[in-house]
């Protein structure tokens, strides 16, 4: 856009904690964007002040178009890159056209009251997201540091906390860290702030207590997820995961999703990997829906509802794909294998004879594994215990252009 962009942030003591070179930058701008917080607490320069849009990113590009060809200086918040418009700016310009200086963030600040290090803590955000998103976070004795987005929010994360068999969690809320007139500090159980209003200038301390959480390691129990029969059980929806290889930032393929199992939990390993599940079936696919969100996941799950192979046409390049229901309709294997990327991984189950043949070529003309799966449970037979087959599973497993 032939704009010089600096992105500065700022503090809860405002002008006053901003460091000189980036005072000269804010005092030398030709435009200043922001907030009306941030655009206030800085001195007249005879600059262009212009507040951010609402809604922001929707406006964002024609703002920028705008002032192009000036010099721009972006007030924020403590540290821009911290679920800040840092971040924003370079996935919208790129990373050589965005200049940021920091102030300390306030997760940071957050630490030092707390006296938490930052290796043994972690920090969610609810900053336009999904707070369904704070429950693939929560496990017995983790600490987190949980960005708000509004006064609101301690009351949601709280009724969340609850929901989860975390009332007894403690809570902690910070308000305007860094300002030495208005910073305020509050503690209590996540039960105790159930309809309680917070500050919107402020974020939560949760000690994870009261409960034992779920893993994101693959393989959560059953009835972790709501299914009508169409469900990938827990031993073979493991071997499926780990065949699949996640790796933080990817993007799987879920074809034929049933109650979204497998591309679930794909998406809870990492908080970057992402699934597009393919169901055909509109009570199924309002069920992984469902599920991803009761599973921490609502938004790296996207759900399609359609067919394959016709509804794969355009969609991202993927990482790894896994083909649970239709390998044998014509054109499902042939569309999937086209789509994935060289060094991708492809996983496919078959419970039929017919998907099973099918599968057994793949496995002739492009190598990988081919598995059986068998499982058996102890059940009850009559007064008795006995063990009770599962269906077994051929599996297939390759990496394109391996060998």
Same mark, same amino acid.
């Given at each position: ?89 370079? *996935? ?29 803590? !972690? ?5 336009? *997201? ?54 305020? *500090? ?20 949760? !000690?994870?207590?009261?409960? !034992? ?54 998406? *809870?390993?990492?908080? /970057? ?7 055909? /079936? ?86 990988? !594994? ?34």
């Amino acid at each position: 856009m032939g704009s010089s962009i600096t992105v500065v942030g700022i503090g809860a003591d405002g002008w006053a904690g901003v460091a000189p070179a980036a005072r000269a930058h804010v005092l030398g701008a030709e435009v200043l964007l922001g907030g009306r917080r941030h655009l206030a607490s800085v001195p007249n320069s005879g600059a262009i002040r212009e507040p951010w849009p609402s809604p922001l990113l929707a406006g964002l590009d024609d703002v920028l178009a705008r002032y192009a060809g000036r010099s721009i200086v972006v007030l924020a918040s403590g540290d821009p890159l911290v679920s800040g418009i840092g971040s924003t700016l370079i *996935r919208r310009l790129g990373r050589d056209a965005v200049h940021v200086i920091p102030a300390v963030s306030s997760v940071a600040l957050a630490r030092a009251r707390m006296g938490w290090a930052a290796e043994d803590c !972690e920090t969610a955000t609810l900053v336009g *997201r999904n707070v369904d998103t704070l429950r693939r976070y929560l496990s017995r004795d983790r600490r987190l540091i949980v960005l708000t987005s509004d006064a609101s929010s301690l009351d949601v994360v709280a009724r969340l906390l609850v929901d989860e068999g975390f009332g007894a969690a403690r809570v902690t809320i910070l308000s305007n860290l860094g300002s030495e007139a208005d910073e305020s *500090r509050r503690a209590g159980t996540a039960r105790e702030f159930v309809g309680v209003t917070g500050d919107d200038l402020s974020l939560l301390c949760v !000690e994870c207590v009261g409960a !034992e959480g779920r893993s994101t390691i693959p393989g959560l129990p059953d009835e972790s997820f709501e299914h009508d029969g169409q469900l990938s059980k827990r031993p073979v929806r493991a071997a499926a995961v780990c065949a699949l290889a996640p790796k933080p930032g990817q993007l799987l393929w879920d074809i034929g999703a049933g109650a979204g199992s497998v591309g679930i939990e794909w998406a *809870r390993t990492d908080p /970057n990997c992402r699934t597009i599940a393919l169901e055909r /079936n509109p009570s199924r696919a309002e069920a992984v829906e469902r599920n991803a969100s009761r599973l921490g996941v609502p938004t790296s799950v996207r759900v399609l509802r359609g067919e394959a192979p016709e509804a794969l046409s355009g969609l991202e390049t993927p990482d790894a794909i896994f083909v649970g229901g239709g390998g044998s309709r014509a054109g499902v294997l042939d569309a999937c294998w086209n789509a994935l990327r060289d060094g991708g991984r492809l996983v496919a189950h078959s419970v039929t004879l017919e998907t099973e043949a099918v599968l057994v070529e793949w496995w002739k003309a492009h190598g990988g !594994e081919l598995t059986r799966l068998s499982v058996e449970q102890a059940a009850s037979i009559g007064t008795f215990t006995g063990w009770q087959s599962l269906s077994p599973v051929v599996q297939w497993s390759v990496v394109k252009g391996g060998k």
